[in-house]
């Protein structure tokens, strides 16, 4: 329908047709602004790629996703500290020696 369509339909509309015209022209606005604008990105520049995922996921848990919050913290690394390993060497050769009371005869 073009414009000029349009306008001489609404110039012999009443408020019902007003209406109808707001309500189409709304809810075109609103699935507009529900579109996202497609991002082009260059795959082979992994520091650009790696800052946009971050920021993808830092806007996604701000949102209330708590999966990409979980994932964010992994990709940067956090609270790994708490999860090293602890080596502690044991010497097991006189372990039973002076103190076994099973293996007496």
């Not at 047709?17 to 189409?24: G, I």
């Not at 606005?29 to 520049?45: A, G, L, N, Y």
């Not at 708490?82 to 002076?98: H, K, L, P, S, T």
Request: hydrophobic fraction near 35%.
């Amino acid at each position: 329908m073009s414009a000029q369509t349009i306008y001489n339909d609404l110039k012999e509309g009443d408020n019902k047709k007003f209406w109808a015209y707001a309500q189409e022209l709304a809810e075109f606005r609103r699935k507009k602004d529900k579109v996202k604008e497609k991002v082009t990105i260059d795959f082979s520049d992994k520091e650009t790629v790696q800052q946009q995922v971050w920021e993808y996921l830092l806007q996604q848990t701000a949102d209330g996703n708590a999966a990409s919050g979980k994932e964010l913290s992994r990709q940067l690394g956090l609270g790994e500290a708490e999860r090293d390993i602890i080596i502690q060497m044991v010497d097991f050769v006189n372990a039973y020696q002076d103190n076994n009371t099973t293996t007496k005869a």
